[in-house]
């Protein structure tokens, strides 16, 4: 094995090994400050049993985009459309290339999304909208 892997191999697992103190680290201030959270409500509350209270585990939906991929996708979309787009065909095309399933309440969630990136590509100069059709705003790329 060459040096240069080698190198960045244990650099690797040196990064690695950090993040797993600093989970570890974070984990027992978690249960301390759980530990100090129970004794308060015991308080207030003796008979109060821990158990009761189910953990919270918060899952985005599938249909959330992480920073900047929503305004990437609806930018490439227009970029190879042959013309102007309405925000709602932005939006099925989103939605069909991330594979969700096709149903007016994801749609909906989309469009209102796609409108709020074309808005905002609007006011930077990046993309214009040509007319309206019925509720959607047309939209191309400003060339």
């Known amino acids: 094995m060459t040096d240069y892997a080698l190198d960045a191999l244990k650099r690797k697992r040196a990064e690695m090994t950090g993040e797993i103190a600093l989970c570890h680290a974070r984990l027992q201030q978690l249960s301390t400050d759980l530990e100090h959270l129970d004794a308060t409500l015991r308080?207030?509350?003796?008979?109060?049993?821990?158990?009761?209270?189910?953990?919270?585990?918060?899952?985005?939906?599938?249909?959330?985009?992480?920073?900047?991929?929503?305004?990437?996708?609806?930018?490439?979309?227009?970029?190879?459309?042959?013309?102007?787009?309405?925000?709602?065909?932005?939006?099925?095309?989103?939605?069909?290339?991330?594979?969700?399933?096709?149903?007016?309440g994801i749609l909906n969630i989309m469009t209102r999304r796609v409108g709020h990136v074309l808005r905002d590509k609007r006011q930077a100069g990046l993309v214009r909208s040509v007319e309206e059709t019925g509720l959607w705003l047309q939209w191309e790329i400003v060339r």
């Open 43 to 104: 308080l207030f509350a003796p008979d109060f049993v821990q158990e009761s209270v189910l953990p919270k585990v918060f899952v985005p939906p599938k249909s959330w985009s992480k920073r900047g991929e929503m305004s990437r996708a609806v930018l490439s979309i227009l970029r190879v459309a042959k013309g102007p787009l309405s925000t709602r065909e932005i939006a099925a095309m989103i939605v069909d290339q991330r594979g969700l399933e096709n149903d007016a």
